[in-house]
């Protein structure tokens, strides 16, 4: 586990000194997905696994991405995010500055994605900064599949901004499937969802045109390493900034961890 003590260090500001109260005093809940380490540089990056809270079959952990900034003047800076997925957890990692190849997709791998297009959608989210805005997200009763809707800013997507994503697990295999379609409004997403996917999921909004490099990714750079990684499958519907596009439907209120969809 990395060491979040930061020996020889100091906090820069309160947010800072909490975030590493935290992540000391739970220190063994918390399991690192992936690393990169800076060494001699100023800045670690971490996607991180809270064991203490799960969800699904398979007992999903909520990820923790985290990253580390080492000061000149011996203080460092905690920034914390709690993504709705990994991919989203990546993306935050990959704008904040960690290398992409600290994620690599593996289309068919134990904890990968199944299918090519799965592997295209996963590519396109862990790349996908300042794009998307987590609405809500939850698991279905059946515990083997989960969801994601998300404000799409892209300008293609002004007329259908909310993207639902559908994630299903395999019941004999640790690989799953995504799949995604694009709504009007986040009441026509959740109206889908209550009608049990009784009818096929819409064309998305702005379809993927670029197949980048699925199987397998690049070396990882100096100081890293990476481990299977799962997205997060926890009821919450956090509080989201306005979008740069203004949907027609008011957006999910609460903090992080709020109230779950009522089904």
Do not use: C
């Amino acid at each position: 586990m990395y060491d979040f003590s930061l020996p020889g260090r100091r906090p820069a500001d309160e947010a800072s000194a909490a975030a590493q109260h935290l992540l000391l005093l739970d220190a063994e809940l918390y399991e690192v997905l992936v690393e990169q380490l800076g060494g001699e540089g100023p800045d670690d990056f971490l996607l991180l696994s809270d064991l203490s809270t799960t969800w699904g079959t398979d007992y999903r952990a909520q990820p923790l991405a985290v990253h580390v900034q080492r000061n000149s003047d011996n203080t460092f800076r905690i920034s914390q995010h709690a993504p709705a997925t990994q991919s989203l957890g990546a993306a935050w990692l990959i704008s904040r500055g960690a290398d992409p190849a600290l994620f690599p997709i593996k289309v068919g791998a134990a904890d990968g994605p199944s299918d090519v297009t799965s592997a295209q959608i996963e590519e396109r989210m862990r790349r996908s900064t300042g794009r998307y805005t987590v609405l809500e997200h939850g698991t279905e009763p059946d515990a083997y599949t989960s969801w994601v809707m998300l404000h799409d800013s892209h300008p293609g997507a002004a007329e259908r901004p909310v993207l639902l994503q559908i994630r299903t697990d395999s019941h004999v295999s640790e690989s799953y499937r995504l799949r995604e379609g694009s709504f009007a409004d986040p009441q026509s997403a959740q109206q889908w969802l209550e009608d049990h996917h009784r009818t096929p999921l819409p064309p998305v909004a702005v379809p993927d045109r670029v197949h980048s490099q699925l199987t397998p990714g690049p070396a990882l750079p100096p100081g890293s390493r990476a481990s299977a990684a799962r997205p997060a499958g926890r009821r919450e519907r956090p509080a989201p900034p306005v979008p740069p596009t203004a949907a027609p439907a008011a957006s999910p209120s609460g903090a992080q961890g709020g109230n779950p969809r009522r089904r």
